[in-house]
């Protein structure tokens, strides 16, 4: 086997050791014949043996030394496959052929390639070079023009429904006349000139337009099939009516090795699977219709005012900074911030919640949402790709677009299913012929098994209810960014929630002022050193302190030496003196006297009061104790949870007797406080290494490392960009209701993934031996199942894929 060599970019090198190191550890790689790294450059070449490592392990390797590799991410349609082998064949072609692609990943129920390469060493063009050739189309993605990309998809769908009505219109216009006169003859209706040899000319003239056009695609895949060393579901369908054809010719040419032609046999089976095949695609669309649906919301113009003059212009050409004017009715065109007017927009399609929200100057309104009953001016702060919708359509496609762990058995059995037919077809024949002695019986019967055996149910079962499910949580406002998060949600059995803007509004504020001792004044001159020394922090404590005193109108100082202790306090100079504020807990570690202070302590936070110590010069002045009050949802939701069988856990930096009194409230099970942003991943690794499968729900930044070490973590999606990222599944409305919903969502998909497998293999393990004749001897049996005919598995192979697929749409009805 030849050597491959790539070129690989790295980024995050800083010296000439780095770029050793690299060339070490990838010189270690089993499979690695040579490698050197150039650090100027900041590129690797790479000599491996492909036999023995992939491109996506050498991209690992480096990613574990420590450096990081550029990746891209590309979308785009492919068209012309017709079975989920067609789709691992694309996959492979993909991986293997062309140099620079990580990782490609093909749905074949959306229709849709998803490529992770690296750019400068491949780009689309490349990739649908390789995807023809390996016989498929594919369409390019237009650059910037997602409009333009999104119709010519959907011009492309349109077309194959089309073309498939085409096909089937023409195949039932010869096959209904053949079918009928070949019927009639068979149970003697027509008379002796039916038995007439020009009789039988005429079947060969009705079948061979349905043979050769409505059939002409499984020919076409069946060789692209072959070709690329795999066998899909054209194969079966060609050879099956190929050989009542052609064996129907034979008889045509020959008429001394016998009569009875099956040219009604080929033609029917042809028909009826360009029927389930024309029904499937038409029905395979509803699933990735909340795709459509969301793009629906974009309008596709905006109304920018230049000059004071209002201007309708295409969205594309929308900028940041641009002021717009949205009409009472229409959508927001992009996300932004309102300048002037107010009104309520429905924001349901985006969040899920079915209430308008009230929007005033300075308020943020994201694109797509729709308009009131108020005229709005707005500034644009985020367009294209970069809007909230944009990034809610890509997290839908790239969930829908990717393989849940359960997909992996259906795959390794369809990749070995259709070889496994034709032998045991061949076999089939093989026996009855020799056992039976009748040829033409064993002919039937090597069709029916090959026509039966179509893996398309086994292909769609997952795909479909993946985006059916994923479609249905977009619609309600919960994302998820994988399937496997979807999958996994489905066998969690704790819940652990964040306190602080999660169970609560995380919007706290001062409710007491307690002054300790007579260093200072009164509860203002405590307020204004507190918040003063408060100025320079980013925590939401700190954040109310301050809008408190400057609510009351006091003139704060600026801070000096301004220190934040993560999780503590913080300590500045104020005035020349050094105050201290943070836990009560923070100052017993520094070894000051906090008793006199601690019975006030204790009853503010049996009140359920963060609270807050106050020092000057290392002596205890005062007490700033916060609410933060627990969401109107929050009670409601942890009771649905317990509904699940969960069991709910909260986890907060606060103290303990705080975190008791908020989780009374609300009816958490258990509560773990006191605990530092920094350990907060490690108490999620505790419960999980006691056994439990641990889904976690924050918003903070200092929620992103637990969110990361769950086995599902769910994000506020009104929460920092930061834990966003690390979540799996985000929850766009910020209620805490969601959490219930996305595991019953991710419950009811996985029953309907698992009823879509059963039904699959319950079908081919069931049927396949019937077509082969294995109920023959039960002579109490029906004719028809004893001597099942080609039609009949025909009609029964197109069923069971529009069953796989309409049990997926049933996610859709779902609340």
């Known amino acids: 086997m030849p050597l491959s060599n790539i070129q690989i970019p790295i980024t995050g090198m800083s010296c000439a050791n780095c770029a050793a190191n690299i060339e070490r550890n990838l010189k270690k790689t089993p499979g690695v014949k040579e490698a050197n790294v150039n650090f100027a450059s900041e590129r690797a070449s790479i000599a491996f043996d492909p036999q023995d490592v992939r491109v996506e392990d ?15 991410k590309v979308e785009f349609t492919v068209t012309g496959m017709t079975c989920a082998n067609c789709a691992m064949t694309i996959e492979r072609t993909l991986r293997k052929k062309v140099p620079g692609v990580v990782a490609a990943s093909v749905n074949f129920a959306s229709e849709r390639a998803s490529v992770e390469y690296l750019p400068g060493l491949t780009d689309i063009e490349q990739m649908i070079q390789a995807v023809e050739k ?52 068979d149970f003697g209706l027509l008379g002796t000139w039916s038995h007439a040899p020009w009789v039988n000319w005429l079947f060969f003239i009705l079948a061979t337009p349905v043979q050769f056009y409505t059939g002409l695609d499984y020919y076409r895949g069946g060789w692209k099939s072959l070709k690329n060393k795999s066998a899909n579901m054209d194969v079966l369908v060609a050879m099956g009516s190929s050989v009542a054809y052609f064996y129907s010719l034979a008889l045509l040419l020959l008429p001394l090795l016998g009569k009875h032609v099956y040219f009604e046999t080929s033609a029917v089976i042809i028909t009826l699977i360009k029927l389930g095949k024309m029904l499937e695609s038409r029905t395979k669309g509803r699933t990735g219709g909340a795709i459509r649906k969301l793009m629906d919301l974009r309008p596709k113009t905006a109304t920018i005012l230049q000059n004071g003059t209002e201007k309708e212009i295409p969205l594309a050409r929308v900028k940041v900074g641009d002021e717009l004017i949205v009409r009472p009715g229409e959508s927001i065109p992009v996300d932004g911030e309102i300048l002037e007017g107010e009104s309520s927009v429905d924001e349901s399609m985006l969040t899920g919640e079915p209430l308008p929200v009230d929007k005033k100057p300075g308020d943020t309104v994201t694109g797509g949402t729709l308009n009131g009953e108020g005229r709005l001016r ?19 496609q790239e969930a829908q677009g990717s393989k849940a762990p359960i997909q992996a058995l259906a ?17 089939t024949f093989l026996l009855w012929w020799v056992i039976g002695g009748e040829f033409v019986h064993a002919m039937i019967r090597l069709v029916a098994v090959l026509v039966i055996a179509c893996p398309c149910a086994l292909g769609l079962a997952t795909p479909t209810a993946i985006m059916a499910g994923t479609g249905k949580g977009a619609e309600r406002g919960i994302l998820f960014k994988n399937s496997e998060a979807l999958e996994t949600a489905t066998r969690l059995d704790t819940i652990v929630l964040d306190k602080t803007g999660t169970i609560t509004q995380g919007k706290p504020s001062v409710a007491d002022l307690v002054v300790l001792g007579n260093s200072i004044r009164d509860e203002e001159e405590l307020l204004k050193i507190g918040a003063s020394a408060e100025r320079g922090s980013e925590h939401p404590l700190g954040r109310a302190v301050v809008e408190e005193a400057m609510n009351r109108r006091l003139s704060l100082l600026e801070p000096k030496d301004f220190k934040a202790f993560r999780g503590s306090g913080v300590k500045a100079l104020i005035d020349g003196k050094e105050v201290l504020i943070g836990k009560p807990g923070w100052f017993k570690e520094m070894g000051l006297d906090i008793d006199p202070a601690m019975e006030s302590i204790r009853r503010l936070q049996g009140q359920g009061k963060t609270v807050m110590l106050i020092s000057l010069e290392e002596t205890p002045v005062g007490l700033i104790a916060l609410s933060d009050n627990p969401k109107p949802e929050s009670a409601d939701a942890v009771e649905d949870l317990h509904r699940l069988g969960l069991t709910t856990v909260m986890l907060t930096g606060d103290n303990e007797q705080t975190a008791k009194t908020i989780a009374s409230r609300v009816r958490v099970d258990e509560v773990v406080a006191e605990v530092r942003p920094e350990d907060k991943a490690a108490k999620i690794k505790d419960l999980q290494g006691r056994g439990k499968r641990v889904g976690m729900v924050g918003d903070g930044l200092n929620d992103a490392p637990a969110l990361a070490q769950a086995d599902v973590g769910f994000a506020i999606g009104t929460g920092t960009d930061v834990a966003i990222e690390s979540g799996d599944v985000i929850l766009a409305s910020g209620s805490l209701k969601g959490i219930p919903k996305a595991i019953h969502l991710s419950r009811a998909t996985m029953r309907t993934i698992r009823q879509n497998l059963f039904w699959a293999f319950f079908y081919n393990i069931i049927l396949i031996p019937v077509a082969a004749g294995a109920l023959y001897p039960l002579a109490f049996l029906p004719r028809f199942l004893r001597e099942l005919h080609p039609i009949l598995a025909a009609l029964a192979m197109a069923v069971s894929s529009i069953t796989v697929v309409s049990n997926s749409l049933r996610l859709y009805r779902g609340r």
């Open 58 to 72: 050498l991209l690992r390797k480096i990613e574990e030394t420590g450096y990081g590799v550029p990746k891209a």
């Open 411 to 427: 795959d390794r059995v369809a990749a070995v299913f259709v070889p496994s037919v034709i032998g045991a077809a061949f076999l």
């Open 378 to 396: 707005m500034r644009a702060t985020r367009v294209g790709k970069d809007t909230a919708l944009a990034n809610i359509i890509r997290l839908v």
């Open 134 to 185: 390996a016989g498929y189309g594919a369409i390019r993605p237009l650059e910037g023009d997602e409009e333009g990309a999104e119709d010519l998809e959907l011009a492309a769908r349109r077309a194959e429904i089309r073309n498939q009505t085409r096909k089937f219109a023409v195949g039932l216009a010869f096959t209904t006349p053949l079918f009928a006169l070949s019927m009639g003859r």
